[in-house]
T-cell receptor, first 113, second 114 residues
Framework: GQQLNQSPQSMFIQEGEDVSMNCTSS?????WLWYKQDPGEGPVLLIA?????ELTSNGRLTAQFGITRKDSFLNISASIPSDVGIYFC?????????????FGTGTRLQVFP | DAGVIQSPRHEVTEMGQEVTLRCKPI?????LFWYRQTMMRGLELLIY????????DSGMPEDRFSAKMPNASFSTLKIQPSEPRDSAVYFC????????????FGPGTRLTVT
């Protein structure tokens, strides 16, 4: 099935560093969601975005709905070891009367103390 | 509040056997989604229900797969007969009609078919 392009595929960073990842598509989206998945668990919803240009924070996490509606960004400030996991973007395409989420390929984050 | 509940958490079965995965959505949620996750294909939507009615099953890979939702608090995904390529993690997610597009996932069932 279709997936969103997510980058980078993986990141290895030092504790305390900031992290940036993004999700892009050739299609326009009405909704962007960011999830985190820990090993052996289901994805957990972090942030939901519903309006172009919207900037939303959840603790140290900040996500933005791109102004073109074709991309979204997630930033994590001052990373800590428990930030380790796989981060997925997901979205619902405009012009489709559907409830179906399209998922990104994931960014695997590793944080070293 | 209890989240989405899935059972079993792990299932190991032999090729040709029937497998039934179970899901209890969050109480009050109107939508239920079944996903499959593999390394090769990522997260794929298999089927989803709204008010217990299947809306889109275009992601169901073959006739060997079937899903039911007999009531608002229970759904099953059945594979009969199972094959080794069905090995994956199967997730159930639910969503409220009033919470826009936010889906909440269960812990998943890791299926291994030998």
């Amino acid at each position: 099935g279709q997936q969103l392009n997510q980058s980078p595929q993986s990141m290895f960073i030092q504790e305390g560093e900031d992290v940036s990842m993004n999700c892009t598509s050739s299609s326009i989206f009405n909704t962007w969601l960011w999830y985190k998945q820990d090993p052996g668990e289901g994805p957990v919803l972090l942030i939901a975005l519903y309006k172009a240009g919207e900037l939303t924070s959840n603790g140290r996490l900040t996500a933005q709905f791109g102004i073109t509606r074709k991309d979204s960004f997630l930033n994590i400030s001052a990373s800590i070891p428990s930030d380790v996991g796989i981060y997925f973007c997901a979205g619902i395409r405009a012009a489709y009367n559907t409830d179906k989420l399209i998922f990104g390929t994931g960014t695997r984050l590793q944080v070293f103390p | 509040d209890a989240g989405v509940i899935q059972s079993p958490r792990h299932e190991v079965t032999e090729m040709g056997q029937e497998v039934t995965l179970r899901c209890k959505p969050i109480s009050g949620h109107d939508y239920l989604f079944w996903y499959r996750q593999t390394m090769m294909r990522g997260l794929e939507l298999l089927i989803y229900f709204n008010n217990n009615v299947p809306i889109d099953d275009s992601g169901m890979p073959e006739d060997r797969f079937s899903a039911k939702m007999p009531n608002a608090s229970f759904s099953t995904l059945k594979i009969q007969p199972s094959e080794p390529r069905d090995s994956a993690v199967y997730f159930c997610a639910s969503r409220s009609d009033r919470a826009l597009d936010e889906q909440y996932f269960g812990p998943g069932t890791r299926l291994t078919v030998t």
